[in-house]
């Protein structure tokens, strides 16, 4: 069973950074591709970033392309997520995940494992 914990959220103005922190365990770190995706209250799910398991390939909402970067370091089992020129939108509860299946990586439903999430807040 993979266990995933979030951490680095925070309250931050508008145009700061926040670097966010996923911690894996049970099983094989390097096995896994990895998601971000966030949840602003009354709206969907949506994808942030995408991972590989080697960190060779990695995939970006547009809404976040050129601010946000994800990252990983197989040696210690954790999935970063860096955010610059934080914006009020970014406001939300920012979620880790591991996907095991085949199926399109930007969609919540490919993913399998969930972390129970961190919480980021925006002020303009």
């Known amino acids: 069973q993979v266990q995933l914990v979030e951490s680095g959220g925070g309250l931050v103005q508008a145009g700061g950074s926040l670097r966010l922190s996923c911690a894996a365990s049970?099983?094989?770190?390097?096995?896994?591709?990895m998601g971000w995706f966030r949840q602003a209250p009354g709206k969907e799910r949506e994808f942030v970033g995408y991972?590989?398991?080697?960190?060779?390939?990695?995939l970006h909402a547009d809404s976040v392309k050129g601010r946000f970067a994800i990252s990983r370091d197989n040696a210690k089992n954790t999935v970063y997520l860096q955010m610059n020129t934080l914006k009020p939108e970014d406001t939300a509860v920012y979620y880790c995940?591991?996907?095991?299946?085949?199926?399109?990586?930007?969609?919540?439903?490919?993913?399998?494992?969930w972390g129970q999430g961190t919480q980021v807040t925006v002020s303009s």
């Open positions: 049970g099983g094989t770190f390097s096995s896994y591709r």
């Open positions: 991972i590989s398991r080697n960190g060779g390939i990695t």
């Open positions: 995940a591991v996907t095991k299946k085949s199926g399109t990586v930007t969609a919540s439903a490919s993913y399998d494992y």
